[in-house]
Antibody, heavy 121, light 111 residues
Framework: EVQLVESGGGLVQPGRSLRLSCAASGFTFDDYAMHWVRQAPGKGLEWVSGISWNSGSTGYADSVKGRFTISRDNSKNSLYLQMNSLRAEDTALYYC??????????????WGRGTLVSVSS | QSVLTQPPSVSGAPGQRVTISCTGSSSNIGAAYDVHWYQQLPGTAPKLLIYGNSNRPSGVPDRFSGSKSGTSASLAITGLQAEDEADYYCQSYDSSLSGSVFGGGTKLTVL
């Protein structure tokens, strides 16, 4: 079964850091680009970041550029999101999503259930 | 403000046909980047509904169809059913932003 399982979310104070992880199974992880997508409470989907199959290409939404870093470890079938200088507006459910292509930017055909990040003092 | 513009809500009676529009610009849909559609049922993760403008993944009923023209795309749902009540999002790639972009989402209500 194709599956993505996110972890690492929680309550964190503004300005602090958090690292999200996504464990992939059921498909050849290093054949595909991967993404993080977030959804603030009661709001729509927002693409956060994407990474190509070999980590050679990464992209970030303007709202997180310079604060968040996406990475992957193909030997561990895992995707990561290092989030620094967190702000209240980063509060959201963070989804890990599989691209249907090797390069980021096509359709997201598999989604995890998400991990909740709450930024508050 | 989302890069891709969708109507906040649409509604229809069971059995009817509804369409949801997605309007972009010359740096995304108009630049020939494909449009994809997702369905998000209440309390669940999004699910890919249409990819590559008009293609359905395995298991998606043929009541759902997509099209694209110029800087816009549309999702059509025929034979509306109660279980279609959900939020729908369009998504594409934007060359100016060098990243994927989503529409603001459309809430479909089945009357």
């Amino acid at each position: 079964e194709v599956q993505l399982v996110e972890s690492g979310g929680g309550l964190v104070q503004p300005g602090r850091s958090l690292r999200l992880s996504c464990a992939a199974s059921g498909f050849t992880f290093d054949d595909y680009a991967m993404h993080w997508v977030r959804q603030a409470p009661g709001k729509g989907l927002e693409w956060v970041s994407g990474i190509s199959w070999n980590s050679g290409s990464t992209g970030y939404a303007d709202s997180v550029k310079g604060r968040f870093t996406i990475s992957r470890d193909n030997s561990k079938n895992s995707l990561y999101l290092q989030m620094n200088s967190l702000r209240a507006e980063d509060t959201a459910l963070y989804y890990c999503a599989k691209d249907s292509s090797v390069l980021p930017g096509y359709a997201f055909d598999v989604w995890g259930r998400g991990t909740l990040v709450s930024v508050s003092s | 403000q989302s890069v891709l513009t969708q109507p906040p809500s649409v509604s229809g009676a069971p059995g009817q046909r509804v369409t949801i529009s997605c309007t972009g610009s010359s740096s995304n849909i108009g630049a020939a980047y494909d449009v994809h559609w997702y369905q998000q049922l209440p309390g669940t993760a999004p699910k890919l509904l249409i990819y590559g403008n008009s293609n359905r993944p395995s298991g998606v009923p043929d009541r759902f169809s997509g099209s694209k023209s110029g800087t816009s795309a549309s999702l059509a749902i025929t034979g509306l059913q109660a279980e279609d009540e959900a939020d729908y999002y369009c998504q594409s790639y934007d060359s100016s932003l060098s990243g994927s972009v989503f529409g603001g989402g459309t809430k479909l209500t089945v009357l």
